[in-house]
């Protein structure tokens, strides 16, 4: 676990039964209150891709924060407790880009001794294979869970208008 001075901070780091270690709130924390900075080692994509191969792991379980096109945060490494926070698909908190820097941020009221959340926002295009959505399930256990941490998107559809023409010979 990080050796952040707990005291500094709304919450506390214990066993969760969404996934491994998570994140509960100590006091009440109101809406929009910055909780933590998600710190780490920053990185390329090239390199996270090197160090996490998804396409080998049972379940997805990594430690990386995206940032940018060019940057990722690995809190694997020289992290803090925001490497905690678990997802929900219907979070408490949320992650905010500032100029860069990514912290952490409530969005609801929460109690003490609630897990606080964000929702990861992993994109995925198209149709979800089993095996992906089983690769990034959820266990959030929300109402509304998704049943996996990614979100589907659809794909764009091409506003153009074809200029194929057809000619028969």
């Known amino acids: 676990m990080a050796t952040e001075n707990i005291a500094k901070h709304?919450?506390?780091?214990r066993n969760s039964v969404i996934q491994g270690s998570g994140v509960f709130a100590?006091?009440?924390?109101?809406?929009?209150q910055r909780l933590i900075e998600y710190v780490g080692e920053r990185i390329t994509h090239d390199e996270a891709n090197e160090r996490y191969d998804d396409e080998n792991m049972e379940r997805h379980h990594t430690f990386l924060?995206?940032?940018?096109?060019?940057?990722?945060?690995?809190?694997?490494?020289?992290?803090?407790?925001a490497r905690?926070?678990?997802?929900?698909?219907?979070?408490?908190?949320?992650?905010?880009?500032e100029g860069g820097r990514i912290y952490?941020?409530?969005?609801?009221?929460?109690?003490?001794g609630v897990e606080l959340t964000y929702d990861y926002s992993y994109e995925h295009i198209g149709e979800?294979?089993?095996?992906?959505?089983?690769?990034?399930?959820?266990?959030?256990?929300?109402?509304?869970?998704?049943?996996?941490?990614?979100?589907?998107?659809?794909?764009?559809?091409?506003?153009?208008?074809?200029?194929?023409?057809?000619?028969?010979k």
């Open 26 to 32: 100590l006091r009440r924390i109101r809406p929009e």
């Open 128 to 168: 979800l294979p089993e095996e992906l959505r089983l690769q990034y399930l959820c266990l959030c256990g929300a109402e509304k869970c998704r049943g996996t941490i990614l979100k589907v998107k659809k794909p764009r559809k091409s506003r153009r208008k074809s200029t194929k023409t057809s000619s028969a």
């Open 104 to 112: 952490i941020e409530s969005i609801k009221n929460v109690q003490p």
């Open 65 to 81: 924060f995206e940032v940018d096109e060019e940057n990722v945060i690995d809190a694997g490494r020289v992290g803090n407790d």
């Open 10 to 13: 709304p919450f506390e780091v």
């Open 84 to 97: 905690y926070f678990n997802h929900s698909c219907d979070p408490n908190c949320e992650a905010v880009n």
